[in-house]
């Protein structure tokens, strides 16, 4: 079991900033892939980023690449994402999750998954 936590959102006006933070616990995460999904109001959860833990290898979708840079810490066992010039398009609950699978940007390959955190941006 892997068990996660995410903290870091709220309310930000367009074109600020906001990071994103995920505690992990449980396994060793050496051979997990870690991402972050956002769902908005009446839409369906979607891939925004995902890091490789042992190597660091990214992916982003490109809705947000140049804008978002996703992150971990092996000593803190935490994953970050942090998320510049934001837009009103960004407004979702953002989700935590972790998979085995090999850059994986379907939903349905993570098995693990955070509670959620809400980010706002105002135009």
């Known amino acids: 079991q892997v068990q996660l936590v995410e903290s870091g959102g709220g309310l930000v006006q367009a074109g600020g900033s906001l990071r994103l933070s995920c505690a992990a616990s449980?396994?060793?995460?050496?051979?997990?892939?870690m991402g972050w999904f956002r769902q908005a109001p009446g839409k369906e959860r979607g891939f925004v980023a995902s890091i490789t833990w042992s190597a660091g290898s990214t992916d982003y979708a490109d809705s947000v690449k140049g804008r978002f840079t996703i992150s971990r810490d092996k000593n803190k066992n935490t994953v970050t994402l942090q998320m510049n010039s934001l837009e009103p398009e960004d407004t979702a609950v953002y989700y935590c999750?972790?998979?085995?699978?090999?850059?994986?940007?379907?939903?349905?390959?993570?098995?693990?998954w955070g509670q959620g955190t809400q980010v706002t941006v105002s135009s």
């Open positions: 999750a972790a998979t085995t699978f090999w850059r994986t940007r379907r939903m349905n390959d993570y098995s693990y």
């Open positions: 449980g396994r060793t995460l050496s051979s997990y892939v």
